[in-house]
């Protein structure tokens, strides 16, 4: 992805998500993975899908158990 597409991507994840503080950071060497952060912390990867001429983007995130609230308890 070019620098434009990055910062047209990061706008629109920000409006949608509603939070300043995402960032979409351009890898420093190519064929690395864009990274999406939120303040200093990862929360995924961003790749460019393009197919019959049309362009879209796809968030890959993970969230680990261990970062999960604990669980309700079962009623």
Request: glycine residues 6%; negative net charge; without cysteine.
């Amino acid at each position: 992805m070019n620098r434009n597409e990055i910062a047209r991507v990061q706008d629109y994840l920000r409006r949608t998500f509603g939070n300043d503080r995402l960032t979409v950071v351009a890898p420093k060497r190519a064929n690395q993975p864009v990274e999406v952060m939120v303040g200093d912390e990862f929360i995924g990867v961003l790749y460019r899908d393009e197919e019959d001429g049309e362009v879209s983007y796809q968030l890959q995130m993970s969230i680990l158990d261990i970062d999960l609230p604990p669980a309700a308890p079962a009623a």
